[in-house]
């Protein structure tokens, strides 16, 4: 066969692909809807390993090798999950009708930006973008009803926790609603066809520099300029027109503006990836058949154990403990907050009981949010 007909029989192939993924969306939201009325969990591991070696064995019939398959079936049933989820939740096309409001940080192509879209997708007809230039604009125009939502960074595999979204959750009466969690792709970004070796400066946002560290001390002569976000070091690239001045973010962020790709896979860490918080003003209730996370600060003294004494109600209520983060107390030199995350609902009996406690051998506590995970571990199957 000649190429174009070549391409066109995979053009068409790949139309029907897209039919069949659809078809298979919508038969995951009918079992939802039946999970729903039997009340059983979304997610059955044991189904999963089952489903996914009898595609494997399928597949090697047809000569496809069982890692694209595996692969291929953990993103299907990671969007089934989700999907799944969200209808639980009551959240599928219709958080506040048919447009949200949702702030982040920067514009069009910053990470924050692809996040909401990632998470809002499935959950809104119409994303009413709100960009911010900093943390503390995105909280002000959620708290004012400005904007229904917001996305907000909290940590990266890279950089650690971002510590002032943790500082400005102490002091709003917000509440985290959803999390997810977006893989981060760092590239050297600059006009097309600009020389690699006559880079002179470096636009980027604080975070990224950090996250790309290691490439940026085998630089020499380099000016750093720090940016609000991404976008706004994509902004001034485009707007300088220099080939000595570039951007470090994200590939189809650079392509917004223009930009070209003159390096690639920057970031200390290979698996770099931002973990992404959303806030609403009214809390949420999340169902028992969706795995949730509660999230909580306390003060608990500077008294000897006290400390341990707290964790040690969660362990006895049964409870695991997935993150804990200190910060300093504005105004009590030596003195910290905790934030901590545990892998529960937070209308459970066990984690009712051990917030009670809490309450009682701690000297403050405040729930900041109880949400469902998105966080999808693969079922993973026998070698």
């Known amino acids: 066969m000649e190429l174009t007909e070549v391409r066109q029989q995979i053009q068409h192939t790949d139309q029907e692909l897209l039919q069949l993924l659809a078809k298979r969306r919508k038969l995951a939201l009918a079992v939802a809807e039946a999970k729903i009325s039997q009340n059983k969990s979304i997610r059955d591991q044991q189904r999963e390993e089952e489903l996914l070696l009898r595609l494997i ?3 090697k019939a047809l000569e496809l090798d069982a890692h694209y398959v595996t692969r291929l079936f953990h993103v299907i049933i990671e969007d089934s999950v989700l999907q799944q989820q969200a209808k639980l939740q009551g959240e599928l096309r219709g958080m506040q009708g048919p447009s949200v409001k949702v702030a982040y940080l920067g514009g069009q192509g910053s990470y924050s930006y692809w996040a909401t879209q990632k998470y809002f997708t499935r959950r809104a007809e ?3 973008d709100i960009g911010c230039d900093s943390f503390n604009e995105i909280i002000k125009a959620v708290e004012t009803g400005h904007a229904d939502y917001a996305v907000l960074p909290i940590e990266n595999t890279s950089s650690g926790s971002i510590n002032e979204v943790y500082d400005l959750l102490q002091h709003t009466r917000l509440s985290i ?5 977006h893989p981060i792709d ?11 070796n006559q880079i002179r400066q470096i636009c980027a946002h604080p975070q990224v520099i950090a996250q790309c560290s290691q490439f940026l001390l085998g630089l020499t002569n380099i000016k750093v300029e720090y940016c609000d976000s991404s976008s706004d070091a994509f902004q001034r690239v485009q707007k300088k027109q220099d080939p000595t001045i570039v951007a470090i973010g994200g590939e189809a962020g650079g392509k917004i503006y223009g930009l070209e790709v003159l390096a690639r896979d ?3 860490q290979k698996d770099n990836v931002s973990r992404f918080i959303v806030v609403a003003r009214k809390a949420v209730t999340v169902a028992k058949a969706i795995p949730a996370k509660t999230t ?3 003060f608990t003294g500077q008294q000897p154990g006290a400390l341990v004494d707290a964790l040690t109600v969660l362990k006895r209520h049964g409870i695991s403990m997935a993150k804990l983060e200190s910060r300093p107390i504005p105004g009590n030199p030596w003195e910290e907050m905790f934030y901590v995350d545990v892998l529960a609902n937070a209308n459970d009996y066990a984690m009712t009981r051990a917030l009670e406690e809490l309450n009682r051998i701690t000297k403050f506590i405040k729930v900041l949010g109880c949400y469902p995970s998105e966080d ?3 079922t993973q199957v026998p070698a």
């Open 57 to 59: 064995e399928s597949g």
């Open 126 to 128: 119409q994303i009413i």
């Open 177 to 181: 609603v959803g999390e997810l969690t």
């Open 186 to 196: 760092h590239c050297v970004l600059g006009l097309p066809g600009a020389p690699l």
């Open 266 to 268: 920057l970031a200390n």
């Open 296 to 298: 909580f600060i306390m």
């Open 376 to 378: 999808i571990q693969p």
